[in-house]
């Protein structure tokens, strides 16, 4: 999103219509997303209607979990996990000289 500022400021475009654009394209984004996730939560609460939660109870618990699981994401080093398990699982045997 910045390179479309600077882009925007090279060429000497106004800010304010920059503005505009950016809150009606950020606006019709979350319409959409709100939508597709309210349609697949449709569909997950009649999986998980037996649960007894409710659409509102399973939103929050999804939500909850998605937060845990993005902070952990942001707190792993994934290509020191990744380093780690590719040093694990080679197919090359250490030679002994």
Do not use: C, N, Q, W
């Not at 697949?40 to 399973?58: E, H, I, M, Q």
């Amino acid at each position: 999103m910045y390179y479309v500022y600077l882009g925007a400021g090279a060429s000497s475009s106004r800010l304010t219509g920059m503005f505009i654009i950016t809150f009606v394209a950020k606006v019709l984004k979350s319409f959409l997303e709100i939508g597709i996730e309210y349609a697949g939560l449709g569909r997950f609460y009649t999986a998980t209607g037996l649960t007894g939660l409710s659409r509102v109870g399973t939103s929050i618990l999804l939500s909850v979990v998605f937060l845990i699981v993005g902070v952990v994401f942001y707190k792993v080093d994934l290509e020191k996990v990744m380093s780690r398990l590719k040093h694990r699982y080679s197919t090359e045997k250490p030679t002994i000289e």
